[in-house]
């Protein structure tokens, strides 16, 4: 069965510092797709990055990178230079190639703080 | 201008009565998708649609019925409401329902059954 999970309820970081966020993912297909999204207070749901399970390579957008190990079937989030705006509720999610229904985590909190 | 239109933001309803939830999206893609968020449980894949018909159906209950009148919109119809449907519904859409594709997400409407 499908399922993605994160275990860090909630990160407090100091600005400009950087933070990981953990997220495991359970699949039996051979191809798929790992998402991060980000939940602004308002409730806004951003999409971040994309990594495809195919690519060894992490994938990188801005200050956002992923920590992609196949074997242990994880896709970390790294962020670097946080800033204070980077606070929301964080969310790893998974698509299986066989249909499109992303599977969500439950969302990591992270606070930056001045 | 906002790419995704969710109407309305908050909808107050009492049990058992049918409300529709409106989406419409300006991004020309092609597929279409509802998603529900409620305090009890992270985001949840309800339907996907693509070229104006369901792809995927992952809601158990008939009292959800998505509407495509437009290519660009899909509706959501629920009636008999209950206080459980109670949630944040959000939609969201990509440019390819089998190809890899990251969903973009709208506002959301926040649903409150008395």
């Known amino acids: 069965a499908q399922k993605v999970t994160q275990t860090q309820t909630s990160i407090s970081v100091v600005e400009k510092t950087t933070v990981t966020m953990d997220c495991v993912y359970e699949?039996?297909?051979?191809?798929?797709?790992l998402f991060w999204y980000k939940q602004t207070a308002s409730g806004e749901i951003v999409f971040l990055i994309r990594q495809d399970s195919y690519k060894k390579e992490n994938a990188t957008v801005g200050h956002y990178s992923l920590n992609f190990q196949k074997p242990k079937s994880s896709i970390g989030l790294i962020i670097t230079a946080t800033q204070i705006e980077d606070s929301a509720v964080y969310f790893c999610a998974m698509r299986e190639d066989s249909n499109n229904r992303i599977f969500f985590g439950d969302g990591t909190q992270l606070v930056v703080k001045p | 201008d906002p790419k995704i239109i969710q109407k309305p933001k908050y909808l107050v309803a009492v049990t058992g009565s049918e409300k529709i939830l409106i989406c419409e999206q300006y991004?020309?893609?092609?597929?279409m998708y509802w998603y529900r968020q409620s305090a009890k449980k992270p985001l949840e894949f309800m339907f996907s649609y693509s070229y104006q018909k369901l792809m995927d159906n992952q809601t158990a209950s008939s009292r959800f019925q998505p509407q495509s009148s437009k290519k660009n919109h899909l509706d959501l119809q629920i009636t008999a409401l209950k206080p459980d449907d109670s949630a944040t519904y959000f939609c969201?859409?990509?440019?390819?329902?089998?190809?890899?594709?990251?969903?973009?997400f709208g506002p959301g409407t926040r649903l409150t059954v008395l």
């Open positions: 699949t039996r297909d051979s191809s798929y797709f």
């Open positions: 991004l020309g893609h092609n597929a």
């Open positions: 969201a859409s990509s440019r390819h329902r089998d190809r890899v594709a990251e969903q973009f």
